[in-house]
């Protein structure tokens, strides 16, 4: 009889200790976030990305004006005390860099304003980021013509 009780308690709270509709646990899935979480299943779209890190430039536009066609290479250093370089090479083998002081700010940390060293103001709304591309536009004024400037990199 104490067999068949406690069968009868054990079957019981198994029983209603379980759900069949277990929770399924959501939160930020990738690994190249800043808040991954590595128990959630489904991706809720929390993920938060760092700007910090080297960056390659594969597209650089102002209004239909492909900038990269002019370089062999384009790359942005973004770092942690909130100065950067930009620095590459064009094609005819003259080497640049231009240092420069950012700030992030604006809906979601999505707005970037970086100042050069020679003063030069230019503010970006970052499109997309994730652990390894990054997309920003601005309207920006280049010989005193304002056009649409994308740029396009990759974090290496």
Known sequence: MKNITLTIILASFILFSCSKDEEVKSGCTDPLSLNYDSSAVNNNGTCQYSFVGDWELYKYTF???????????????????????????????????????????????????FVNEFGDVSVFTVTSISGIDIKMTAQLTINGTTQTAVIEAKKL
Do not use: P, R
Not at 81 to 86: I, L, R
């Open 63 to 113: 209004g239909s004006t492909n900038i990269l066609a002019s370089y062999k290479y384009l790359y942005y250093d973004i770092f942690s005390n909130m100065t950067y370089e930009a620095w590459g090479q064009t094609n005819d083998g003259l080497d640049i860099s231009v240092l420069g002081t950012y700030s992030i700010g604006g809906t979601n940390n999505s707005v970037i304003t």
